[in-house]
């Protein structure tokens, strides 16, 4: 199976709503709009030349540069038995990140998806249980997105004798 | 005192019939920093609410500021029982991100390392599920081994735990003849001590008992909560990534990949014993081809690749290049490609996955590391749902859960 064909089929579902395709380093990209994600995956999952049946990885960036659609949610998939790789991305506003949950076509993706809205405050609508799982629930912000940036390592306002700044 | 005090109850806790039992975060039987809220019907587990997060540091932050090379120190603290698959998964990574090619002999001293941390990291595991099953001899045992196998560390990077060993494009020197003389050490004497840690547990009859048909998960539920590793092969999958995608040379090996069919304890604990025969085995073959590298070829550790690996230190004083790369590299003001790369590596515990997107800055745009750990460890409440709370236990281990990996 390679990625012309993969993107063949896919076109023929979707058409022109699929969108940048690529083939970074040989895994085939492509961008999806976020109402479409779950009918995507669905398809990619049930079709059985696909069949990409295993969630690898799920997880979000964000680009503070994309006005109107920061926040990106990245699902690498794995077909286990023609041993294909692909990546599905969506993005999504920042004001409004609200996407729907895969956690109904893999229980994996339920932790992935607490992660990434720890992290980047994505809204997985559907999602059984979506609460923080790494930081602490009283956290009120995400705070791996780019408005935080890490402390500046040469700041010298700070008095702290004990790590020697 | 006040026969007036009350205490407050819970809504509902008076009525209730079941137990809830509070396990961990700091409970010895955990081996780790995670907590487990269990609802007990007697000593049956009716519910298990796993949380995690103890030991959150914010790696992927952290490397968002972090020249490629200091983040290789962030991976040590991932599965710190098998530190080394973690650093060269790292390696790979940014030389796939790179397009650095690594010599065949810098593939096969790093497979070498790989396979003797997933026997250091399956010795735990295995030892451990000795121990929660009441044998503490077998991990007093092999624990000498497993000194041996940081010895050898020590010997070619200097540190035993976090080893940070390597360089993108390879090592930061040659192996010593130390180093060499420890591995055959290691070959020679490990063998007899595996068969007997093997005669000590695999037929005995309480482990047995203990540990077959419990924590039992199936290949289809398996695949879909995205297990990986020994226990997705142990529910009868042979997904392995050194087959599946080969990274440094694994295909130049003839290795086996063993399965259970059960998926419980018992296949877990012998499908690791049998990885780490397989280990022995890759390990020998990578020595072998390594002594066939006679003449300068037999000195080669490191790619050429000048402007990620850092000069030696004589030529820094002597070479105007050198200087200048050994400046940049130290400082981390090399720019790193424009790219987006996915890099998996098996790891002592399933696929280690490294997502890396760069927007052509000094550091990575974002980093993500796929924990095989994390993912699987929300199996949890299924697998041990209706089971004994000791089971649990060892189903806990028997996954081998490393917290600092789940954290990340």
Redo the contacts between chains.
């Keep these: 199976m390679t990625n012309e064909f993969i993107k063949q089929k896919l076109q023929a579902k979707f058409g022109e709503a699929l969108s940048e395709w690529g083939e ?2 040989g ?1 085939l ?1 492509v961008t999806v709009p976020r109402e479409l994600n779950l009918k995507v995956l669905n398809f990619l999952y049930d079709d059985p030349e696909l069949a990409f ?5 799920l ?1 979000g ?2 680009y503070p540069d994309r006005k109107g659609e920061e926040l990106s949610v ?1 699902y ?1 998939l794995h077909n ?1 038995v023609s ?1 294909v ?1 692909m ?1 599905v991305k969506l993005y999504t506003p920042a004001a409004q990140p609200d996407v729907y949950t895969a956690t109904g076509l ?3 993706a ?3 998806e607490r ?1 990434t809205y720890d ?1 980047y405050g994505i809204n997985f609508l559907g999602h059984p249980d979506l609460r ?5 629930e009283e956290m009120d912000y995400h ?2 997105r780019k408005e ?1 940036p ?1 402390e500046d390592q040469s700041r010298i306002d700070k008095d702290d004798d004990m790590f020697g700044r | 005192m006040s026969e007036h005090q009350h205490i407050k109850l819970p809504e509902g806790s008076i009525g209730k019939t079941t137990t809830t039992l509070n396990l961990g975060p700091t409970h010895p039987a955990t081996h780790g920093v995670f907590q487990n809220i269990l609802e007990l019907d007697g000593e049956r587990i009716v519910k298990a609410e796993p949380t995690v997060g103890y030991i959150h540091r914010a790696f992927e932050k952290i490397a968002e500021r972090r020249p490629l090379y200091q983040i290789t120190t962030l991976t040590d603290r991932l599965n710190y029982c098998s530190a080394p698959i973690n650093n060269m998964g790292w390696h790979l990574t940014c030389e796939k991100l790179l397009g650095v090619k690594t010599p065949k002999r810098v593939d096969y001293l790093r497979v070498i390392i790989m396979e003797l941390s997933r026997i250091s990291d399956h010795l735990i595991c295995n030892s451990i599920v000795g121990v929660d099953t009441g044998a503490y001899t077998g991990f007093l045992y092999v624990m000498q081994y497993r000194e041996l196998i940081y010895e050898i560390y020590e010997e070619v990077c200097g540190s035993r735990l976090t080893t940070n060993m390597g360089r993108i494009g390879g090592f930061e020197r040659n192996f010593t003849q130390a180093a060499f003389e420890k591995l055959e050490r290691f070959l020679r004497e490990y063998p007899g001590v595996q068969k007997e840690f093997e005669s000590l547990f695999s037929r005995n009859r309480i482990f047995m008992d203990r540990t077959r048909g419990t924590g039992a998960i199936s290949a289809e539920r398996a695949l879909n909560y995205g297990f990986t590793g020994p226990n997705l092969r142990a529910a009868g999958v042979d997904y392995d990534v050194r087959v599946h995608s080969p990274y440094s040379s694994y295909q130049d090996f003839d290795f086996q990949v063993p399965v259970g069919t059960r998926g419980d304890n018992y296949d877990r604990f012998l499908v690791r014993n049998e990885e780490i025969w397989q280990s022995l085995s890759l390990i020998r073959q990578a020595y072998e081809k390594v002594q066939a590298f006679k003449g300068a070829e037999a000195d080669v550790y490191h790619a050429d690749a000048p402007e990620y690996y850092l000069p030696e230190k004589k030529d820094v004083y002597t070479k105007m290049e050198a200087l200048i790369y050994h400046f940049k590299i130290v400082m981390g003001e090399t720019e790193i490609p424009v790219g987006e790369v996915y890099q998996s590596v098996e790891g002592g515990n399933g696929e280690l996955g490294f997502y890396l997107v760069s927007d052509g800055g000094r550091a990575p745009f974002r980093l993500h590391f796929r924990r095989p750990c994390f993912i699987y460890y929300q199996a949890f409440p299924e697998i041990v749902k209706g089971g004994m709370l000791s089971d649990a236990i060892i189903t806990m281990s028997s996954l081998n859960l490393i917290a600092g990996e789940m954290d990340a």
């Design positions: 970074p380093y895994m990209t049946r295993f969630l690898t990885d997880t960036a964000h990245i690498h286990l041993n790789r990546r893999f229980s994996g339920n932790w992935m992660e992290f923080r799982v790494l930081n602490v705070p791996l935080f890490l």
